[in-house]
């Protein structure tokens, strides 16, 4: 019985600082949403309202039609999507060769990759603007994408799924006839599949909420990522740093997108982090 007590004791005490914890993660964006519906002077009052005693939600309305947000979003979503296939790809391969070919030097060319993610981003900027602007691609998604195609992060993702493949079910495959382009999306995606959500997501949303780096390159308004464009509409004109109840509106429905994604891709993201990698 003293057992059954403690055993349940413990499991209710671990839940309640989770949900404490999950209630401090959500807050600020809780209060964002209420900021949004607030008017002005709610925002400023002291004590703070809980509450709006008139929710503003023409304020999302307003918002939206101020700046080019819709624009903003969809130059994000696409610069991000594209990225994100071209990691993927290109991280899955390169994974590939240094888990299923022997070569000389392997693990030296591996233990390369891996300290270059060592190296701080901004200390790149230089030489790949300079890069960039000898292959005029400066202020383009396509220099974006471009810069942004590999990651060292998702190689050494996707080299450790790899790794727990069994490799009876490689050489099975190669017995019976199958190529390596065959065993690596045929076998290894489909074993390994939360592995390539958990990249996905992650680097999608590192892409879409980018800010610096872009900021350098792109300069037309229509090609503004929508980090640009909140950061746009926050100093245009010097009014709209007043706006707080606009400012939070616009936050609202630019976090949206990352925040459906995650409802949708969160038991795969779950399942890579905590798994092996390896679907059973």
């Known amino acids: 019985m003293m057992l059954r007590l403690r055993a349940t004791s413990s499991l209710i005490a671990k839940y309640g600082l989770l949900i404490i914890l999950s209630l401090i993660m959500f807050f600020p964006f809780l209060w964002m949403v209420i900021s949004a519906l607030k008017t002005k002077d709610e925002i400023w009052s002291f004590p703070p309202t809980w509450w709006p005693s008139d929710p503003q939600f023409s304020n999302f309305l307003s918002a939206w039609d101020l700046a080019p947000f819709g624009q903003y979003i969809f130059n994000s979503v696409f610069t991000a999507v594209v990225i994100v296939l071209i990691i993927v790809v290109n991280s899955a391969m390169i994974a590939y060769a240094f888990t299923q070919f022997r070569f000389k030097g392997r693990n030296t060319l591996f233990a390369i990759i891996l300290g270059t993610y060592m190296l701080p981003v901004a200390a790149t900027y ?45 050489d099975a495959a190669k017995v019976d006839g199958a190529n390596h382009w065959w065993i690596l999306w045929r076998i290894f995606l489909p074993l390994t599949k939360p592995s390539f959500v958990t990249l996905g997501l992650i680097s999608f949303v590192q892409m879409y909420n980018n800010y610096l780096w872009p900021s350098l390159l792109i300069k037309s308004e229509e090609k503004m990522l929508i980090t640009q464009g909140v950061q746009q509409f926050f100093m245009e004109e010097g009014g709209y740093g007043l706006q707080w109840p606009l400012i939070m509106a616009a936050s609202t429905f630019v976090i949206l997108p990352l925040l459906l994604l995650f409802l949708f891709a969160q038991k795969w993201f779950v399942s890579g982090i905590t798994d092996s990698g390896v679907k059973g």
Request: aromatic share 12%.
């Open 126 to 170: 230089v030489p790949s603007y300079v890069v960039l602007a000898d292959l005029g691609l400066l202020d383009s998604f396509t220099g974006i994408i471009i810069s942004n195609a590999v990651s060292v992060f998702g190689i050494f993702l996707l080299r450790q799924a790899f790794l727990q493949v069994p490799r009876d079910v490689v």
